[in-house]
């Protein structure tokens, strides 16, 4: 009855039937790819490979300042936020440093389940996927997606309930937090935005203050209230209103039985019991409101798909805890109510109970779902072989979702759940990768990193099959060569991520991603040096990126197994695998300028420039010219790198300060001036800093500076440095603040 992995069947299902606007428009590989994220977490659910579903989705309906198909040169830069993402990404960090507190399972695991059941049921169960289409029709929003014959399509679903089912539990981590957490989590996620220049303050100590849309078109909600003239009595821009106006809307609820419903909210809140569901909702309308108007978007993508998407999120808990009980009453949510409310809770109920543990990095899953979906009937059985001790016996699994859901009108042969569970607990965490390069051209970089590896292949394959040399390896990869979209998930995804880290390998080296339009000089070539420091970055990528989808090391390869032989330290990789990726790293500058942009000293290094130049100056020699840069280039590389990496340890012990730097366009007041004893402190961090390299590399004191023989009268303790020195290096800090302003950076406080 039950078949293993069933999920994987009804997901290709849900892909073979779907077309992606973006896919047949604008001829994107959006589809697949988003499908291989999928794929590659089925074949592992681990929080690394959850994350990169969440990574994907988000990326793909990513709201931008412009037209995402814009052909300015500019448009493939980081500088877009992509806040949804982010704050996922920081809820997750906060969630792996709070294993202890109790939380019982990953909220991005949990979520991404909840994801692709969700898609599972809506492939095979045409009566909700009726339910779904009336109600979207139904509503005045009629700008749903329609495929490539006009018709509505099944996207209009994945967008809403992406975002429904993705950011459901967003909220969940910081349900366990002390105030003292949720005050740094504030910080930071504050610091996020005014790195962005958004003007978007979330405050997690004051609900009032968190219910509450940043107003700056105020026409955002005409629209609406010229559809449903009842809503020109409530404040839209205070997520709670909306909640409410839709939930009046949907469930035909008096203006008595509303104000109950706040006082109730208020009296949780009061309480300190805390509903993650009320905060993800609030937060999920906070987040795009202000970015649907800051980009200037059609406001009823807001007040339809996201407030529907909201709604679900606001309902997964208080449905069945609050509004069924005394003195709301209601009774059993019907699919034609709220179809992704309804959905929500049916997988929120269904799915923890047989992924407790998929947060272990394991090839074998300890935990499974035997699964069978139709039109008639739903069937479960869990086999759980290491659950945590709350795990919900299958009998009361069924009983809830009996009492909460009017389930017989989408299964009419109703529900069949049973499980085979040990009890047990192990959990651990995995790892994420940080969203960097904007999606439109990560597609684009991904496909052309394959041809490239195909034309190396194919040249040493031809070469060894001219000179009669032509080994087993190379034959083999030859003859397993296809195009990118024939690809296996798991290497079509591996290439996405090795796109997307390339400006965190250009960071480590002071480079960074700019439009043509930028004033800086295009770097075209990197050192021999900086080239092995990429190759090795991307190496050390690898292998964590392996590691986290459950391989490990073994002296043969075997695919099958998960070994693999190149799972070892850089220092003892075959100097032919290690080509592949020095080959790789010399030719970002080449793929970067493919799709119209260009590679350039970021502000970090340009700074760096900038303190050299004042050490020319201290010297006597002026650079005013704007000669300094030619003259940083001519420097030894390590004289460049001892710059760069002043620079960079200065920015770190600014920001230990509680100071940061952002772009000088940002929001924030710049500091013009460091005081005294800060600048003094960071004076003397500096030479601390150098001190300890220096001698690390055998340097020496001596009375005289020989680097030849790597001597230097200045190695020596701060408080034994020459009092000429010392006056020069605090100065050198003291001219920060002017330094930025020549890059283009400020210098701002954090509060």
């Not at 300015?72 to 830069?77: A, K, L, M, P, V």
């Not at 309480?271 to 987040?287: A, E, Q, Y």
């Not at 796109?499 to 339009?517: C, F, M, Q, T």
Request: glycine share 4%; aromatic share 12%; net charge negative.
């Amino acid at each position: 009855m039950f078949k293993e992995n069933s999920l994987q069947s009804y997901v290709d299902s849900f892909f073979d039937n779907l077309t992606l606007y973006d896919d047949y428009k604008y001829d994107h590989r959006y589809k697949s790819i988003l499908k291989a994220s999928i794929d590659v977490f089925l074949d592992n659910e681990t929080q690394f490979n959850a994350f990169g579903v969440y990574e994907i989705f988000l990326m793909i309906y990513q709201i931008t300042p412009e037209d995402k198909f814009s052909s300015n040169d500019n448009s493939g830069i980081v500088s877009p936020p992509n806040i949804p993402l982010d704050f996922a990404n920081l809820m997750k960090r906060y969630e792996e440093n709070s294993s202890g507190l109790g939380m019982g399972s990953d909220f991005l695991i949990r979520s991404v389940n909840v994801f692709i059941l969700g898609l599972a049921i809506y492939s095979q169960n045409k009566n909700y996927k009726n339910y779904f289409k009336d109600y979207v029709i139904g509503t005045p929003y009629k700008n749903y997606y329609k495929n490539s014959q006009g018709e509505f399509s099944d996207e209009e679903f994945l967008y809403r309930w992406g975002i429904a089912s993705l950011f459901y539990d967003i909220a969940l981590p910081i349900e366990f937090m002390a105030k003292p957490r949720k005050k740094l989590l504030n910080n930071e996620i504050n610091s996020i935005l005014n790195a962005y220049g958004e003007d978007l303050q979330i405050n997690l100590l004051d609900f009032p203050e968190l219910d509450s849309i940043t107003k700056i078109d105020y026409s955002f909600s005409d629209n609406y209230r010229n559809e449903y003239p009842t809503a020109n009595f409530l404040n839209l821009f205070k997520p709670t209103q909306v909640i409410f106006h839709r939930l009046a809307l949907d469930f035909d609820l008096d203006a008595r039985t509303l104000h109950l419903l706040e006082n109730k909210l208020k009296d949780i809140l009061e309480n300190v019991t805390f509903d993650h569901g009320l905060i993800s909702s609030v937060l999920i309308l906070k987040i795009y409101g202000y970015i649907l108007q800051n980009y200037d978007k059609n406001p009823d993508i807001f007040f339809y798909p996201i407030v529907d998407s909201a709604i679900a999120i606001f309902l997964h808990n208080i449905y069945r805890n609050l509004l069924q009980g005394d003195p709301f009453n209601l009774g059993k949510l019907h699919p034609s109510q709220n179809p992704i409310a309804f959905l929500l809770i049916l997988c929120d109920i269904i799915q923890p109970h047989y992924q407790t543990s998929a947060i272990n990095n394991k090839n074998s899953l300890e935990n499974d779902l035997k699964i069978e979906i139709d039109s008639d009937r739903l069937y479960v059985k869990y086999i759980v072989r290491n659950a945590s001790p709350g795990f919900i016996a299958h009998d009361d699994i069924k009983n809830l979702i009996y009492r909460t859901l009017s389930i017989d009108d989408i299964f009419i042969m109703g529900l069949a759940i049973s499980a085979d569970v040990e009890l047990q607990n192990n959990i651990d965490f995995g790892e994420i990768i940080k969203n960097d390069i904007s999606f439109r051209n990560v597609e684009i970089l991904a496909s052309q990193l394959h041809q490239e590896y195909n034309n190396k292949i194919k040249m040493e394959y031809e070469k060894e099959l001219t000179n009669g040399s032509l080994n087993d390896t190379i034959k083999a990869e030859y003859e397993s060569l296809c195009s990118f979209d024939e690809l296996p998930s798991d290497i079509k995804i591996s290439y996405i991520r090795q796109v997307k880290s390339i400006p965190k390998k250009l960071n480590r080296i002071g480079y960074e991603i700019a439009g043509l339009s930028d004033e800086r000089v295009a770097i075209n070539s990197f050192s021999p040096k900086e080239i092995e420091e990429i190759a090795i970055l991307e190496h050390e990528h690898w292998c964590e990126e392996k590691t986290a989808r459950g391989w490990t090391y073994g002296p043969i390869r075997d695919d099958d197994k998960l070994i693999h032989n190149c799972l070892v330290p850089w220092e003892k990789l075959d100097p032919s695998i290690q080509q592949y990726d020095l080959d790789a790293a010399a030719n970002i500058p080449r793929i970067i300028d493919s799709v119209g942009l260009k590679i350039v000293f970021s502000k970090i290094k340009l700074l760096a420039v900038e303190m050299y130049k004042y050490y020319l100056d201290g010297k006597g020699v002026s650079q005013k010219d704007g000669r300094s840069f030619s003259y940083f280039m001519q420097l030894p590389e390590d004289i460049r790198n001892s710059y760069y990496k002043k620079a960079v340890f200065m920015v770190r012990l600014l920001f230990n300060l509680s100071y940061e730097l952002r772009d000088i366009e940002d929001s924030g007041m710049p500091v013009n001036r460091l005081q005294d004893e800060i600048a003094e402190y960071l004076a003397k961090r500096e030479h601390e800093e150098w001190y300890k390299e220096k001698i690390n590399i055998g340097w020496k004191y001596g009375p005289i500076k020989d680097d030849f023989k790597k001597i230097s009268p200045n190695l020596v303790p701060w408080y034994d440095l020459d009092r000429i020195i010392k006056k020069s290096n605090i100065e050198l800090v003291m001219h920060l603040p002017e330094m930025c302003e020549n890059v283009g950076l400020k210098i701002v406080e954090r509060q």
